[in-house]
């Protein structure tokens, strides 16, 4: 079934608006087997009826969101009524419960709202229990040769997501029935580029009957996407995972945060960190995780060196005869955020973010990091020069993943 999604809305693409109705409509059709063939954003006004004409003749199903507000830039209503070739009336039990709507909110129903009540002679009016503007469908035969169904849901998020799921789904089920038995898998990777996928493994992937394989590559990240049957997914993670198991981080979409909080969960054990360069970055991943007050303990966010001093009890000559960003600084300050804390494991990250302050042996971007547990302690040195957003980032999710490796 061609399922096409039609957004609405000039702020979708001022960008004052993220446009996330597609992201999440992608997911919902997808656990039911359906794929989303393409989605279209426009801006309010008139621009809806060529959308609607266009996906209408090539689609079997077109959904809208947005547009059937009582405002006058509202206009899904009547563009699918023109598109559709009939015309709008009201609807009885509609405007009763429009009516109805008002007077448990104690207020006057203003004239405005009453076109919300309009409809397509022939569609069907979907309710809308948490707000005015009821949704609208127009089954295939109304489209004439083209037989494509459409619905008109509203933009509001909390609207539109729980009239998706009682009138859109069940209706897009019984239209195109459920497709195959095909899912979708995200397994997470760290430590390794894309290209070392298309090195090793992409051969053997396109080997696997009816498997669909897709990358996202992000800081620090590749996400290696599986969507197939159950057993062409089962294909493809072996062979991924027979390359890559130690850099693979996630095989159900968990972020690498939530990772290392079950881990130390699992473990009983509790985490502390010394930041420099991070400005803190490691512990707010840490502390989005929920559950993560009973792991860690102390964010320790030492930028200067008399923090590092007054702090973690840094000797202050060995700031002076190795400098901050050094090996030996970054051990002593996950050592030092152990003892301090009392944590079973500390992570301490010491670098140069720039664009300012490289030397020739520590250029910009340079970055030790160091895990110290009660047995033993070893440090990393990257070099990360890609501008003070990703360095923090990359870093971040480079000392996460060393904690995640040795509690592992
Ligand atoms: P509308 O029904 O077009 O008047 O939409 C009203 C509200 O829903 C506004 O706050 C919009 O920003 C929001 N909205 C509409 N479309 C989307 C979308 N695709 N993604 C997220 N929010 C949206
Ligand atoms: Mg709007």
Known sequence: MRIEIINTGSELLLGTTLNTHGAWMGLELLDLGMRVERQVTV???????????????????????????????????????????????????????????????????????????????????????????????????????????????????????????????????SLGG?????????????????????????????????????????????????????????????????????????????DLEAVVVRLLTEQGKKLALAESCTGGRIASRVTDVSGSSAVFTHGFTTYADEAKISMLDIPSELLKSHGAVSEEVALAMAEGALIKSGADIAASVTGIAGPTGGTDDKPVGTVWIAIATTEKSFAVQRCYKRGRELFKQMTSQTALNLLRKSLS
């Open 178 to 254: 459920v497709e195959g038995d095909y899912q979708m898998e995200l397994l997470r990777f760290t430590g390794i580029g894309e290209s070392d996928f298309h090195a090793q493994i992409d051969v053997e992937l396109e080997k696997i009957n009816d498997l669909e394989v897709g990358y996202c590559a992000r800081p620090s990240e590749v996400d290696l996407r599986l969507i197939g049957s159950q057993s062409a997914i089962s294909q493809g993670k072996e062979i991924a995972l027979a390359s890559f198991s130690e850099e693979c981080f996630s095989i159900d979409g968990e």
């Open 43 to 173: 801006p309010d006004g008139d621009a809806i009826i060529s959308a609607l004409e266009e996906a209408m003749g090539r689609s079997d199903a077109v959904i809208v969101t947005g547009g059937i507000g009582p405002t006058s830039d509202d206009i899904s209503r009547e563009a699918a009524a023109q598109v559709l070739g009939v015309d709008l009336i009201y609807d009885e039990a509609a405007l009763r419960s429009l009516e109805a709507f008002f007077e448990a909110l104690g207020k006057p129903m203003a004239e405005a709202n009453k076109k919300q009540a309009l409809n397509p002679v022939g569609a069907d009016i979907l309710p809308n229990p948490h707000g005015t503007a009821p949704g609208i469908y127009a089954p295939p035969r109304m489209s004439g040769d083209r037989l494509c169904a459409l619905f008109l849901l509203p933009g509001p998020p909390s609207e539109m997501k729980p009239m998706f799921r009682a009138e859109v789904l069940p209706r897009l089920r």
